[in-house]
């Protein structure tokens, strides 16, 4: 009996794991590059605001 209900314990857990995994928002918006954290990512790389989501990239062309 106290087995199948560590196994029903441990069946939720790992459940609401990817529950809450799947309502993660990874991503930030923006509508212009003033919107974006400055401090964000260091040199050699900049923050730019593109189709209203913050993108990390290489300085240069």
Same mark, same amino acid.
């Given at each position: 009996?106290? *087995?199948?209900?560590?196994?029903?314990?441990? &069946?939720?857990?790992?459940?609401?794991?990817?529950?809450?995994?799947? #309502? !993660?928002?990874?991503?930030?918006?923006?509508? *212009?590059?003033?919107?974006?954290?400055?401090? &964000?990512?260091?040199?050699?790389?900049?923050?730019?605001?593109?189709? #209203? !989501?913050?993108?990390?990239?290489?300085?240069?062309?």
């Amino acid at each position: 009996m106290a *087995t199948i209900l560590k196994i029903v314990y441990a &069946m939720i857990l790992f459940i609401s794991l990817f529950l809450v995994a799947m #309502n !993660v928002d990874a991503y930030v918006e923006c509508e *212009t590059d003033a919107d974006c954290q400055p401090n &964000m990512c260091k040199w050699p790389f900049i923050v730019q605001c593109y189709k #209203n !989501v913050i993108k990390i990239g290489p300085v240069g062309p």
